[in-house]
């Protein structure tokens, strides 16, 4: 019996040792796979999102590296060589010798590349001559050129300008695109036209379209000129000539001197009036007063009147009885 009993429980002991060992490796293989599950829940996670972020980037650098420089596609081009730009300078320079600084400044200009648009002079004298010349000179050349003005003589003044004509010149492109197309289009309806009103009225149509196209094309080539070559006007004056541009005055003695030239200017008019008429005066005049004087002479001597007889005397007539 106790040998029985004793074998009992050796197998009841190996059956909860097993038991304990497969629960045991039951929990241990459940903690793996969660483990695991979770490992490769989050590495497929973190590959997921690093994926995009990789084509992304990848993306990103493709689009940077296809994008032209700037901010945008329609962000204006601010480099300077590729704005249109119109220069205009006004000089006034003196100079011992007006018409030998003319020439040297034309040749300047000619040297650079330009010529001469204008040349007025005023000269009453040598010291007193202003020679006002109006250069065309390319835009490129346009320091160089006031520079070497400035070098003539003493410079008395300078005035630099600059006008900024890039948005203009790209909507005049953009209209003269425009416009051309649909001068075409008029063009093709014209050709098939297919009755006489249909025929005048898409002439007249297409005539207005060129008009405004021959317009813009004009403004355009003004633009071109006014950028690719840009305007100095230089006033080279003599050693005694006055500035023209004189400071406006006002007040008391000013009127005074202005009425006191209007009356002298007056007086001089009128004296030369006079003097011109004086000659016909005298030539008519004198003859004139002569006969004036004998007519009235011959007013006031009597008149010789020849006496007159009395008429005879009436008789009395008498009554009847």
């Not at 040598?126 to 320091?143: C, I, S």
Request: glycine share 10%; hydrophobic share 45%.
């Amino acid at each position: 019996m106790t040998t029985m009993g004793a074998g009992m429980d050796g197998q009841v002991g190996r059956r909860h040792s097993a038991l304990l060992a497969a629960t045991t490796l039951a929990a241990a293989l459940a903690l793996t796979g969660c483990g695991a599950g979770d490992s490769g829940a989050r590495d497929s996670a973190g590959t997921a999102a690093e994926a995009p972020a990789a084509n992304g980037g990848e993306a990103g650098r493709d689009a940077a590296a296809g994008a032209p420089e700037g901010a945008g596609a329609g962000a204006p081009d601010l480099r300077v060589d590729q704005r249109a730009i119109i220069y205009t300078g006004t000089m006034r320079v003196q100079v011992d010798d007006v018409d030998s600084a003319a020439r040297e400044a034309t040749a300047v200009v000619t040297r650079a590349g330009g010529f001469v648009g204008g040349d007025q002079r005023r000269s009453a004298d040598d010291d007193d001559a202003v020679a006002e010349l109006e250069l065309r000179v390319p835009a490129a050349k346009f320091t160089d050129v006031v520079e070497e003005m400035a070098k003539l003589g003493r410079q008395q003044s300078r005035q630099i300008d600059t006008q900024d004509v890039t948005e203009e010149t790209v909507d005049l492109e953009a209209r003269i695109t425009s416009q051309r197309a649909r001068v075409e289009s008029a063009r093709r309806l014209l050709a098939r036209a297919s009755s006489i009103t249909d025929l005048v009225s898409l002439e007249n149509e297409l005539g207005r379209r060129e008009a405004d196209l021959a317009s813009l094309e004009a403004k355009k080539r003004r633009l071109a000129d006014l950028t690719a070559l840009s305007t100095i006007t230089v006033s080279l004056a003599g050693p005694a000539a006055k500035d023209i541009e004189e400071k406006a005055e006002t007040g008391f003695l000013v009127g005074l001197r202005g009425g006191w030239k209007a009356f002298v200017v007056s007086m001089t008019v009128l004296l030369t009036v006079l003097g011109a008429l004086l000659p016909w005066l005298v030539a008519l005049g004198v003859p004139l007063a002569a006969l004036l004087v004998m007519l009235r002479r011959r007013r006031k001597s009597p008149a010789l009147v020849a006496p007159v007889s009395a008429p005879p005397p009436v008789p009395a007539t008498r009554s009847a009885p």
